[in-house]
């Protein structure tokens, strides 16, 4: 038998815990070297080619490369035609409308407001990242650009320099993903998946050996569990593919985060295992070996089964809880033709350009009113005070969206550390000590791919710290890539760093203080909305119409999976609030946390089990076992809505318990089963059985808990 000890570490010091959390960061891991040469080679071929031509707003191109270069090979390759197209179209958005307001005041500045309201929803909205980040550029610059005191057609040819500074990134970065693809090969969904299962593969068989805990094997497992699997969909999310294929690799991904959850929960734990567990974890190490083959090589999973001779699990409740997860594994994936007679063929999903729900989901317009305020105050206080040189404050609104959705104050002070130490100790650093010392690009060029590595060595960390290394890329080019000459003077440089804390500070007072809370009570409120919408999505669909109803289901599907990212999100942050409120606080972040990994698992199971309640192709029941279906949905509806309640601290009437729809399900079945030909419905039923066993299971658990 096997025995289990949990040693219970005292929580470290401040100092402690930010070097231990530093050294995990910014550690090493497969990838990040190239990634970072990457970023820095697109970079510096766009500074060097502005320098060198005289393109004003280089420092545009240049961090769009960062941004962009964090992207997908395929998204980045796929997306430079709509860059083109979505340039164009802003060029003439900016000039048309411009016109038509330019000499009247209170139209002009109606006009900002509302190209400020139209920026911050693209940014929620647009699937493709890269269109998000050519329309934030030109709505940055034109803004300020056009309240010049200039002649109209000054301000047009710079409209028209600003749109082929642009280009010059996007030809340059995406020349620089062809160069890099042959080192990258595969796909960039696949490929992070597979590797997660390889470290579990592998941590698995280091324990079933009989060894002593191997900290590097266990170290990649438990940086693979702090990174997650929110940058992995955001990758599936802008990479094109078809909306079928997406929720299907995206159910995968969210199957594979909780392996991984629970690898690293295996690591906390001191083991001693029979011969009988060590027999189970090669099994299961060897069955995780195959899927990954089966992955990389683009095929479907087959169906994962285990005998453990009815035996109870020795590795309470771990070991169990990985075999049931992976045997989900090939439940995510539907027959392709099932589902596409209801949607678009997958040429055209890659030219759908806003997500699933982009018009009913009321965050999107939320955090665009929430953008749109910043910038507009931005746009008042410099305007106000006659102080142009601060009008980056509106760039720094503007290219901070970019990773503000789910603003928490940690992320508030790395945008504050970043710009301290971007446009303060580099920035102006480097223009009293290094520049007086170089008289050539060549020697400037130095410069620039020191910092640029700094940068993007942190923007490759996880979103805890990512966002420190874009802003203080973007600091240091607004000081000294905003002119073709090296520059020296420091009112210059102060004004564009004020500029900077002015955005920052405005972001922070309008998203974090007059219109947010703190990130655990966000937190909470985030993980009750997530109960009512799985529990709206347990009775989906609502219509008997498909063409209708399989994409409100695929609207609601994305908003949950948003959700529950931001839920991980907003737990990081409340480790950056303090007041007395804090020890409760940790103590509800630590419930959460706990919550929120039965939570994923039973969207997951409903996922699968929606194919059912949709009779897809492949997947239609008998009528009387689709009744029962229903019923079950509806006791499992609500459960999650009780749930929902008492955590508010309504009160909810009891429910029936789920287990007893489950029995009459069971019992349908079994009577179907009996009357219609094996052959027919003899594996599906199985498979459809068991999923809803795992439901109750899942649920009953969540019960007990919260």
């Given at each position: 038998?096997?025995?289990?000890?949990?040693?219970?570490?005292?929580?470290?010091?401040?100092?402690?815990?930010?070097?231990?959390?530093?050294?995990?960061?910014?550690?090493?891991?497969?990838?990040?070297?190239?990634?970072?040469?990457?970023?820095?080679?697109?970079?510096?071929?766009?500074?060097?080619?502005?320098?060198?031509?005289?393109?004003?707003?280089?420092?545009?191109?240049?961090?769009?490369?960062?941004?962009?270069?964090?992207?997908?090979?395929?998204?980045?390759?796929?997306?430079?035609?709509?860059?083109?197209?979505?340039?164009?179209?802003?060029?003439?958005?900016?000039?048309?409308?411009?016109?038509?307001?330019?000499?009247?005041?209170?139209?002009?500045?109606?006009?900002?407001?509302?190209?400020?309201?139209?920026?911050?929803?693209?940014?929620?909205?647009?699937?493709?990242?890269l269109a998000a980040v050519a329309f934030i550029n030109l709505i940055s610059i034109a803004i300020p650009l056009w309240d010049r005191i200039v002649p109209a057609d000054t301000n047009v040819d710079d409209t028209l320099w600003l749109c082929?500074?642009?280009?010059?990134?996007?030809?340059?970065?995406?020349?620089?993903?062809?160069?890099?693809?042959?080192?990258?090969?595969?796909?960039?969904?696949?490929?992070?998946?597979?590797?997660?299962?390889?470290?579990?593969?592998?941590?698995?068989?280091?324990?079933?050996?009989?060894?002593?805990?191997?900290?590097?094997?266990?170290?990649?497992?438990?940086?693979?569990?702090?990174?997650?699997?929110?940058?992995?969909?955001?990758?599936?999310?802008?990479?094109?593919?078809?909306?079928?294929?997406?929720?299907?690799?995206?159910?995968?991904?969210?199957?594979?985060?909780?392996?991984?959850?629970?690898?690293?929960?295996?690591?906390?734990?001191?083991?001693?295992?029979?011969?009988?567990?060590?027999?189970?974890?090669?099994?299961?190490?060897?069955?995780?070996?195959?899927?990954?083959?089966?992955?990389?090589?683009?095929?479907?999973?087959?169906?994962?089964?285990?005998?453990?001779?009815?035996?109870?699990?020795?590795?309470?409740?771990?070991?169990s809880e990985m075999e049931h997860t992976v045997i989900l594994i090939p439940q995510a994936f539907s027959e392709s033709r099932s589902i596409q007679a209801y949607l678009p063929s997958a040429d055209d999903t890659q030219l759908a350009m806003?997500?699933?729900?982009?018009?009913?989901?009321?965050?999107?317009?939320?955090?665009?009113?929430?953008?749109?305020?910043?910038?507009?105050?931005?746009?008042?206080?410099?305007?106000?005070?006659?102080?142009?040189?601060?009008?980056?404050?509106?760039?720094?609104?503007?290219?901070?969206?970019?990773?503000?959705?789910?603003?928490?104050?940690?992320?508030?002070?790395?945008?504050?550390?970043?710009?301290?130490?971007?446009?303060?100790?580099?920035?102006?650093?480097?223009?009293?000590?290094?520049?007086?010392?170089?008289?050539?690009?060549?020697?400037?060029?130095?410069?620039?791919?020191?910092?640029?590595?700094?940068?993007?060595?942190?923007?490759?960390?996880?979103?805890?710290?990512?966002?420190?290394?874009?802003?203080?890329?973007?600091?240091?080019?607004?000081?000294?890539?905003?002119?073709?000459?090296?520059?020296?003077?420091?009112?210059?440089?102060?004004?564009?760093?004020?500029?900077?804390?002015?955005?920052?500070?405005?972001?922070?007072?309008?998203?974090?203080?007059?219109?947010?809370?703190?990130?655990?009570?966000?937190?909470?409120?985030?993980?009750?909305?997530?109960?009512?919408?799985?529990?709206?999505?347990?009775?989906?669909?609502?219509?008997?119409?498909?063409?209708?109803?399989?994409?409100?289901?695929?609207?609601?599907?994305?908003?949950?999976?948003?959700?529950?990212?931001?839920?991980?999100?907003?737990?990081?942050?409340?480790?950056?609030?303090?007041?007395?409120?804090?020890?409760?606080?940790?103590?509800?972040?630590?419930?959460?946390?706990?919550?929120?990994?039965?939570?994923?698992?039973?969207?997951?199971?409903?996922?699968?089990?929606?194919?059912?309640?949709?009779?897809?192709?492949?997947?239609?029941?008998?009528?009387?076992?689709?009744?029962?279906?229903?019923?079950?949905?509806?006791?499992?509806?609500?459960?999650?809505?009780?749930?929902?309640?008492?955590?508010?601290?309504?009160?909810?009437?009891?429910?029936?318990?789920?287990?007893?729809?489950?029995?009459?399900?069971?019992?349908?079945?079994?009577?179907?089963?009996?009357?219609?030909?094996?052959?027919?419905?003899?594996?599906?039923?199985?498979?459809?059985?068991?999923?809803?066993?795992?439901?109750?299971?899942?649920?009953?658990?969540?019960?007990?808990?919260?």
């Open positions: 038998m096997a025995t289990i000890a949990q040693s219970l570490p005292q929580s470290p010091g401040p100092l402690t815990w930010a070097r231990e959390f530093l050294t995990e960061e910014l550690a090493p891991y497969p990838g990040r070297t190239a990634m970072v040469a990457r970023m820095t080679l697109a970079a510096t071929l766009i500074m060097i080619v502005g320098m060198t031509f005289s393109i004003p707003y280089t420092w545009q191109g240049a961090i769009y490369a960062l941004l962009v270069s964090r992207e997908s090979t395929r998204a980045t390759l796929h997306s430079v035609v709509t860059i083109f197209v979505v340039t164009g179209i802003g060029a003439a958005y900016i000039l048309i409308s411009v016109w038509l307001v330019i000499n009247f005041p209170l139209l002009h500045f109606l006009w900002i407001i509302g190209s400020f309201l139209l920026a911050f929803y693209a940014v929620s909205v647009l699937t493709n990242y082929l500074a642009v280009l010059v990134a996007v030809v340059i970065t995406a020349a620089v993903e062809l160069a890099f693809v042959r080192l990258r090969p595969g796909d960039e969904v696949i490929l992070p998946i597979t590797e997660r299962l390889a470290a579990i593969e592998n941590l698995l068989t280091f324990y079933a050996e009989g060894r002593t805990g191997d900290p590097s094997v266990e170290q990649k497992v438990i940086r693979l569990e702090t990174l997650g699997t929110s940058s992995l969909r955001r990758t599936l999310r802008r990479s094109g593919y078809s909306t079928q294929y997406s929720g299907e690799v995206g159910g995968v991904a969210v199957l594979v985060g909780r392996l991984i959850d629970l690898a690293a929960s295996l690591t906390q734990l001191s083991l001693e295992l029979s011969v009988r567990d060590q027999a189970r974890l090669r099994n299961l190490a060897s069955t995780f070996a195959i899927i990954r083959d089966d992955l990389k090589n683009r095929r479907i999973p087959d169906s994962v089964e285990f005998n453990n001779d009815g035996r109870p699990p020795n590795l309470v409740p771990l070991l806003l997500v699933p729900d982009a018009f009913v989901n009321p965050e999107h317009l939320q955090f665009a009113l929430k953008g749109c305020l910043a910038a507009s105050t931005c746009y008042v206080v410099y305007n106000a005070a006659a102080w142009p040189g601060i009008s980056t404050a509106v760039t720094t609104c503007l290219l901070t969206a970019l990773s503000t959705i789910g603003s928490s104050r940690q992320k508030q002070a790395l945008r504050i550390a970043g710009a301290v130490v971007g446009g303060f100790l580099l920035g102006m650093g480097s223009q009293i000590f290094v520049l007086p010392h170089i008289d050539s690009i060549a020697g400037f060029t130095v410069l620039f791919v020191a910092v640029t590595v700094f940068s993007s060595w942190f923007m490759s960390s996880s979103p805890r710290l990512s966002y420190f290394g874009i802003q203080v890329a973007l600091a240091f080019y607004l000081i000294n890539l905003n002119e073709f000459k090296m520059q020296t003077s420091l009112a210059v440089a102060r004004d564009r760093v004020v500029g900077i804390l002015l955005g920052l500070f405005v972001m922070w007072l309008v998203f974090d203080q007059l219109w947010g809370a703190p990130a655990a009570v966000q937190m909470r409120k985030t993980f009750i909305s997530n109960l009512r919408l799985i529990a709206q999505f347990a009775e989906e669909p609502v219509s008997k119409d498909m063409n209708t109803a399989i994409p409100r289901s695929l609207a609601l599907r994305e908003t949950i999976n948003t959700n529950l990212d931001k839920v991980r999100s907003l737990a990081d942050g409340v480790l950056f609030e303090f007041g007395s409120s804090r020890a409760e606080d940790l103590a509800l972040r630590d419930r959460i946390r706990q919550w929120q990994l039965n939570l994923r698992m039973l969207f997951i199971l409903k996922i699968a089990t929606w194919k059912y309640r949709v009779q897809l192709a492949g997947f239609e029941l008998p009528d009387a076992v689709a009744t029962e279906q229903r019923e079950f949905d509806d006791g499992l509806a609500q459960g999650l809505s009780a749930m929902a309640d008492r955590m508010e601290g309504r009160p909810s009437e009891e429910q029936p318990s789920l287990d007893i729809r489950l029995a009459r399900l069971e019992r349908t079945v079994r009577s179907q089963s009996a009357a219609v030909s094996q052959d027919k419905f003899g594996d599906r039923f199985q498979t459809f059985i068991f999923l809803h066993r795992r439901i109750e299971g899942v649920m009953t658990s969540l019960q007990k808990e919260i």
